[in-house]
Structure formats: structure tokens, C-alpha cells
């Protein structure tokens, strides 16, 4: 079979999913609901004032396990998708292991990211609602870039709060934002409350994805006519969802190729690729069909929220302005060191992805940047396309997983998603390169402090998201 596996397998237009799957729909303990800081269980009039309200809907159903994919958004899913599957015989062949590894490759759009899969779908709901702005926060810049050009495509206002850090390392992600029409701040900025009030702390200034956060739903919230909504480009349950045309295609296709994953690897920022990647997967293992197959999470040793983090309720912004997520934290206030893989610098994680964790359907580790930079270097040179940082975590775990299976001599199949391209990240891969790079790893007490920004919840959880006595 592996002689007439392509190097590249493409389905069919028709065969772009007709809806999204919602694996929250299958798992035998589904994730938490979100809360408000009182305890209460958010309901949509709560929620509705910040998103838009289809994707609020999407956010709080985890009964229905299909969403229809509108035909306006099919349309411009049709413009890049489907996405190759890939067979990495070359790295095979380098690493000389019996595993048969294959890659989702979702850079082949502007953004360079799967992040125009969720941004499509809430500019497109933003749209249809009436509206007239949406608000965003970016770390790396592919989910503002994403945005950006989703918000030009439905004639929607787009105002971008990029990672202070990211806004001057990569000043050409920030023009193709601009080049769109979206509108770039840097964050912390001067222009919102929480923004002035992070930039006056000297530590606060490089920014981080919590705090923009803030500072985009807050500009939402001040849109005249109340016709602003933020977006978020991770972590929530709508997005995972809307990223499930990942795992679709790619199951489509090893069906295809007369192949099943024993080992799906994603990286992990707030969760969403992997979400994607691995939810038809997961079903197949929750239900009993295909119970071996083995998933992971790969996180930067500098953010560990899955390999370190609790599992608590805390607030997805550092300005704890949105409602508060059970999931892996390391506490909205933890700032994470300006590490290169800027998308993957947020100190929480997806509630679907963290649950999984929880209940021991997924695995995590946590992976250093130099040794991200030395697979994506070989990768690149092998397989001709140049990572993102993010995505090499995934890289790295699928090396060494094909270099377990040559020690064993087990014919694994590997599938992990290359989430994007690295064209930007060149400071990146020359800090890299002229050895410069230096891995951050937070000490104990560097988490503790994050901990302790984990509020007390009456009836929930005590301070640090700690058990009530
Ligand atoms: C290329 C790329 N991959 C992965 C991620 C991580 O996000 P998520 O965990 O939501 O997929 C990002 C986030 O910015 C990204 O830009």
C-alpha cells in the first residue's frame, strides 16, 4: 500500500464537509459550563452582548453533534480547501523508521494558518446578524491576519489588538493585516481602560494574549449602536468546532488511502487545531470503534498549561472581563516569556481539550523551542514547506514517535497537523540559527504566582481554583 499512497492527496471539492462535528456531542463527560464570577452558570443573554449570537448558540450546544456549514461560508471554504493530505516520505525515509507519517497542511491560504476556518465562520455570523465591527485579539498575527481578511470578505469593520512583542517582531504580519483594512493596535495599548492599566506596569508591556484580549472586548462593548462583537480565534467551543473541517477531510482521506491514525499529534495554544484534527478520531475511540489510537498534545516547556497548569475555573482574559472556562490554567495573570511560538502563549486551553486530558483520553508533553527550531529546520528541508513555530511542536512529537516506532520496528501511522507557514517567523529562524535562542522554562514559583491569580468561585472552587475545603 505505502507504494501507492501519493505524496499528496487532494479530495474533491464536493467533498469539503457539509457541516462541522461537535464532539462535545459524544464525550461521555462532556466539558463544564462556562461560569460567572457569582457562580452561576452562563446562559446566552449573558454571553450575547460580547459574541454574536449563532456563535454563542454554537458555544453552549453540546447535545447537537452536526452544524450545518452555510452556504456562505462553503463558498469560501471552496477558495482553499480541501487541504492537501500529505505522505512525508521524505522524512520518512531520513528518519528511516517502518512508521508511515502523514500531515494536514493548513498554510496554503493568506493567513498561513487554519485559523481562516473559524474566522470565516464568525465574520460570516457577524455579518448576517448586522453588524457592523468585530474585535479581536492577536499573538503570532495569523489569527488577526485570518480575521482580517474574513472581515474584508463580509464588508465588516476589523479592529486588531496585536501581542505588543509580536507588533514589533513582525511589522510585514501587521501590514498584511492593514493591506485587508483592519485596523492594528498595538497591546497593552493606550486606548482601552485595562490597556492603560497593564502598559503603566514596565513587566506588562510586552503584551500578552490575555490582556488583548481584554482590550478587544472592551472596544467591542464601546461600538455605537451596540454593533460591535469580539472573536476569539482559539479555545472556545465554537471555534474547535468550526475547526473540525480538519479531522473531517483528513479522515476522508486516509479512508481514502486505506489508513486509520494509531497516533494523532497537534500542537496546542488554546487548542483549536488540535480539536479539529483529532474530533472524528476521538469519536472512534470514545465510542469503542478504533479505542488504541493515541492522541497528543504538544506545548512549549515556557506556556505548560496542559503538562503544569490546574484544572479550574478561571477567566480566559487577564482583564477578567469574559466569563470564567474550566480548563488547564496557568492563571489569567501568568505572563508567559516572549517565546518565538507567539500563538501558543496563552495560559489556558480549550475546555475540550482540557477534559479529554482530564478523564485520560489525551495525552500532553511539553517540548522545548530550540529543539521545536531543530525539527522544523530538518522538516523543511525535507518536505519544502517552512513551519510555523507553532506548528513544529507538532513536528518534533511526530519525529520522535516515528523514532519510537523504528526502535520497535512497528509500522505506526502518524497524522499531525501542520497548522501554518513560517514565512514571517524569520527572526525566529535567525535567532535560531546564529544560536542566540534560549529556552524558557518557568520555575514553580513563577507558576504558583500565576495560580494565584485564579479567582474563588462561591460554591465552585477556592482561590487558586483549589477544591473547597
Ligand atoms: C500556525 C499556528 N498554529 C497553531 C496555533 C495555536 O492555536 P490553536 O491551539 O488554537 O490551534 C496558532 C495560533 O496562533 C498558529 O498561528
Redesign the pocket.
Given at each position: 500500500m505505502a507504494q501507492t499512497t501519493p505524496y499528496r492527496t487532494y479530495l474533491d471539492e464536493d467533498q469539503i464537509p457539509t457541516a462541522w462535528y461537535n464532539l462535545r456531542a459524544d464525550m461521555p463527560t462532556k466539558p463544564e459550563p462556562m461560569r460567572l464570577p457569582d457562580g452561576t452558570v452562563a446562559q446566552f443573554e449573558h454571553i450575547a452582548p460580547v459574541f454574536a449570537d449563532e456563535l454563542v448558540r454554537q458555544e453552549l450546544d453540546d447535545q447537537t453533534a452536526f452544524f450545518e456549514i452555510p452556504a456562505g461560508v462553503r463558498e469560501m471554504y471552496k477558495v482553499y480547501r480541501p487541504s492537501p493530505l500529505c505522505r512525508a516520505y521524505n522524512l520518512e525515509r531520513a528518519l528511516g523508521t517502518p512508521a508511515r507519517i502523514y500531515y494536514k497542511f493548513e498554510?496554503n491560504n493568506t493567513s498561513?494558518?487554519?485559523?481562516l476556518n473559524s474566522a470565516l465562520a464568525q465574520a460570516y455570523y457577524a455579518h448576517e446578524q448586522g453588524l457592523t465591527t468585530i474585535t479581536t485579539e492577536?499573538?503570532?498575527g495569523?489569527?488577526g491576519t485570518a480575521l482580517s481578511e474574513a472581515a474584508a470578505h463580509y464588508g465588516l469593520d476589523c479592529d486588531v489588538f496585536m501581542v505588543r512583542a509580536s507588533y514589533e517582531q513582525k511589522p510585514f504580519r501587521r501590514s498584511v493585516m492593514q493591506t485587508f483594512g483592519a485596523n492594528v493596535t498595538p497591546s497593552p495599548s493606550q486606548e482601552t481602560e485595562i490597556g492603560r492599566k497593564m502598559y503603566a506596569n514596565e513587566a506588562n508591556r510586552s503584551g500578552s494574549l490575555g490582556t488583548a484580549i481584554s482590550e478587544a472586548v472592551e472596544r467591542a462593548l464601546h461600538v455605537p449602536e451596540n454593533r460591535g462583537r469580539y472573536q476569539l480565534?482559539?479555545?472556545l467551543n465554537q471555534?474547535v468546532l468550526h475547526?473540525s473541517v480538519i479531522g473531517l477531510e483528513s479522515y476522508t482521506a486516509l479512508e481514502r488511502l486505506g489508513e486509520y491514525p494509531d497516533v494523532v499529534v497537534?500542537?496546542?495554544?488554546?487548542?483549536?487545531?488540535?480539536g479539529g484534527l483529532i474530533a472524528p478520531f476521538m469519536r472512534d475511540k470514545l465510542d469503542g470503534t478504533h479505542p488504541d489510537t493515541r492522541f497528543i498534545a504538544v506545548e512549549p516547556k515556557s506556556c505548560p498549561s496542559l503538562t503544569r497548569g490546574r484544572f479550574a475555573y478561571d477567566f480566559a482574559d487577564t482583564g477578567q472581563t469574559c466569563p470564567l472556562v474550566k480548563m488547564y490554567t496557568l492563571g489569567n495573570g501568568f505572563i508567559p516569556s516572549p517565546d518565538h511560538a507567539?500563538?501558543?502563549r496563552y495560559h489556558g486551553m480549550?475546555p475540550i481539550i482540557s477534559q479529554l486530558r482530564h478523564d485520560g483520553h489525551l495525552d500532553a508533553v511539553a517540548v522545548a523551542q530550540t529543539e521545536v527550531f531543530a525539527a522544523a529546520e530538518r522538516f523543511a528541508k525535507l518536505e519544502t514547506i517552512l513551519p510555523?513555530p507553532?506548528?513544529s511542536h507538532a513536528i518534533k512529537v511526530a519525529i520522535d514517535e516515528a523514532l519510537k516506532a523504528k526502535e520497535s520496528g512497528e509500522e505506526k501511522v502518524i497524522l499531525f497537523g501542520l497548522?501554518?507557514t513560517g514565512y514571517f517567523d524569520m527572526t525566529a529562524y535567525e535567532s535560531f540559527n546564529n544560536k542566540t535562542m534560549v529556552d524558557h522554562v518557568p520555575s514553580d514559583e513563577e507558576l504558583e504566582a500565576g495560580f494565584s491569580t485564579i479567582p474563588a468561585i462561591p460554591g465552585v472552587q477556592a482561590a487558586g481554583g483549589l477544591p473547597l475545603e
Amino acid at each position: 500500500m505505502a507504494q501507492t499512497t501519493p505524496y499528496r492527496t487532494y479530495l474533491d471539492e464536493d467533498q469539503i464537509p457539509t457541516a462541522w462535528y461537535n464532539l462535545r456531542a459524544d464525550m461521555p463527560t462532556k466539558p463544564e459550563p462556562m461560569r460567572l464570577p457569582d457562580g452561576t452558570v452562563a446562559q446566552f443573554e449573558h454571553i450575547a452582548p460580547v459574541f454574536a449570537d449563532e456563535l454563542v448558540r454554537q458555544e453552549l450546544d453540546d447535545q447537537t453533534a452536526f452544524f450545518e456549514i452555510p452556504a456562505g461560508v462553503r463558498e469560501m471554504y471552496k477558495v482553499y480547501r480541501p487541504s492537501p493530505l500529505c505522505r512525508a516520505y521524505n522524512l520518512e525515509r531520513a528518519l528511516g523508521t517502518p512508521a508511515r507519517i502523514y500531515y494536514k497542511f493548513e498554510g496554503n491560504n493568506t493567513s498561513g494558518s487554519h485559523k481562516l476556518n473559524s474566522a470565516l465562520a464568525q465574520a460570516y455570523y457577524a455579518h448576517e446578524q448586522g453588524l457592523t465591527t468585530i474585535t479581536t485579539e492577536t499573538g503570532a498575527g495569523q489569527w488577526g491576519t485570518a480575521l482580517s481578511e474574513a472581515a474584508a470578505h463580509y464588508g465588516l469593520d476589523c479592529d486588531v489588538f496585536m501581542v505588543r512583542a509580536s507588533y514589533e517582531q513582525k511589522p510585514f504580519r501587521r501590514s498584511v493585516m492593514q493591506t485587508f483594512g483592519a485596523n492594528v493596535t498595538p497591546s497593552p495599548s493606550q486606548e482601552t481602560e485595562i490597556g492603560r492599566k497593564m502598559y503603566a506596569n514596565e513587566a506588562n508591556r510586552s503584551g500578552s494574549l490575555g490582556t488583548a484580549i481584554s482590550e478587544a472586548v472592551e472596544r467591542a462593548l464601546h461600538v455605537p449602536e451596540n454593533r460591535g462583537r469580539y472573536q476569539l480565534g482559539s479555545v472556545l467551543n465554537q471555534v474547535v468546532l468550526h475547526q473540525s473541517v480538519i479531522g473531517l477531510e483528513s479522515y476522508t482521506a486516509l479512508e481514502r488511502l486505506g489508513e486509520y491514525p494509531d497516533v494523532v499529534v497537534g500542537c496546542a495554544g488554546g487548542g483549536s487545531n488540535l480539536g479539529g484534527l483529532i474530533a472524528p478520531f476521538m469519536r472512534d475511540k470514545l465510542d469503542g470503534t478504533h479505542p488504541d489510537t493515541r492522541f497528543i498534545a504538544v506545548e512549549p516547556k515556557s506556556c505548560p498549561s496542559l503538562t503544569r497548569g490546574r484544572f479550574a475555573y478561571d477567566f480566559a482574559d487577564t482583564g477578567q472581563t469574559c466569563p470564567l472556562v474550566k480548563m488547564y490554567t496557568l492563571g489569567n495573570g501568568f505572563i508567559p516569556s516572549p517565546d518565538h511560538a507567539g500563538g501558543l502563549r496563552y495560559h489556558g486551553m480549550s475546555p475540550i481539550i482540557s477534559q479529554l486530558r482530564h478523564d485520560g483520553h489525551l495525552d500532553a508533553v511539553a517540548v522545548a523551542q530550540t529543539e521545536v527550531f531543530a525539527a522544523a529546520e530538518r522538516f523543511a528541508k525535507l518536505e519544502t514547506i517552512l513551519p510555523a513555530p507553532e506548528s513544529s511542536h507538532a513536528i518534533k512529537v511526530a519525529i520522535d514517535e516515528a523514532l519510537k516506532a523504528k526502535e520497535s520496528g512497528e509500522e505506526k501511522v502518524i497524522l499531525f497537523g501542520l497548522t501554518g507557514t513560517g514565512y514571517f517567523d524569520m527572526t525566529a529562524y535567525e535567532s535560531f540559527n546564529n544560536k542566540t535562542m534560549v529556552d524558557h522554562v518557568p520555575s514553580d514559583e513563577e507558576l504558583e504566582a500565576g495560580f494565584s491569580t485564579i479567582p474563588a468561585i462561591p460554591g465552585v472552587q477556592a482561590a487558586g481554583g483549589l477544591p473547597l475545603e
